[in-house]
T-cell receptor
Framework: DQQVKQNSPSLSVQEGRISILNCDYT??????FLWYKKYPAEGPTFLIS?????DKNEDGRFTVFLNKSAKHLSLHIVPSQPGDSAVYFC?????????FGKGITLSVRP | NAGVMQNPRHLVRRRGQEARLRCSPM?????VYWYRQLPEEGLKFMVY????????ESGMPKERFSAEFPKEGPSILRIQQVVRGDSAAYFC?????????????FGPGTRLTVL
């Protein structure tokens, strides 16, 4: 039973354009959502988060949008840079643990 | 300010041996979490500990796996009598306060290979 779903395994965008990474969840008890970025052979690095009482949170080039009624969140990266190429995990918080999606591999082409 | 430390980074064991994975949380963090990542999968929660206490072990297999976070020293994830299916990356994370509204900071992981 996958409670956090990242249905697209990969995304390729041109440098300077927008990257949109999507995430869906099924458990309405989740109340805090996070995005992590992961390079090969490294641990995940926290990127940005959003509380369920908000619908948008922005930090520099990164913006996370939350649509509670659709149980959907998305991460926007504008403008995308080659250094953004990594695996991005969506995570949802509930009952003291994080539930992760399977990740999306983002490739930003120069 | 050192981040979350894990050692060893790579561990090779033969079937039936024991694996011990260590995690030192960030300074000032008293909450530790262990996650496992199988190939092509996301991270799966295993256990959440505070000093000397297991708070939630709902993601940990009932047999062969145990975790501790003693008053002094690192947190230890122990896998007894390893099998090939235990081969995975094991990540430790720590947070300052209660989970939910405090970001968890991850270590670099221990990659366990069972021959």
């Amino acid at each position: 039973d996958q409670q956090v779903k990242q249905n697209s395994p990969s995304l390729s965008v041109q440098e300077g354009r927008i990257s949109i990474l999507n995430c869906d969840y099924t458990n309405s008890m989740f109340d805090y959502f996070l995005w992590y970025k992961k390079y090969p052979a490294e641990g995940p690095t926290f990127l940005i988060s959003i509380s369920s009482i908000k619908d948008k949170n922005e930090d520099g080039r990164f913006t996370v949008f939350l649509n509670k009624s659709a149980k959907h969140l998305s991460l926007h990266i504008v403008p995308s840079q080659p250094g953004d190429s990594a695996v991005y995990f969506c995570a949802a918080s509930g009952n003291s643990k994080l539930t992760f999606g399977k990740g999306i591999t983002l490739s930003v082409r120069p | 300010n050192a981040g979350v430390m894990q050692n060893p980074r790579h561990l090779v064991r033969r079937r039936g041996q024991e694996a011990r994975l260590r995690c030192s949380p960030m300074k000032g963090h008293s909450h530790v979490y262990w996650y496992r990542q199988l190939p092509e999968e996301g991270l799966k929660f295993m256990v959440y500990l505070q000093k000397e206490n297991i708070i939630d072990e709902s993601g940990m297999p009932k047999e062969r796996f145990s975790a501790e976070f003693p008053k002094e020293g690192p947190s230890i994830l122990r896998i007894q009598q390893v099998v090939r299916g235990d081969s995975a990356a094991y990540f430790c994370a720590s947070s300052y306060g209660l989970p939910g509204y405090n970001e968890q900071f991850f270590g670099p992981g221990t990659r366990l290979t069972v021959l």
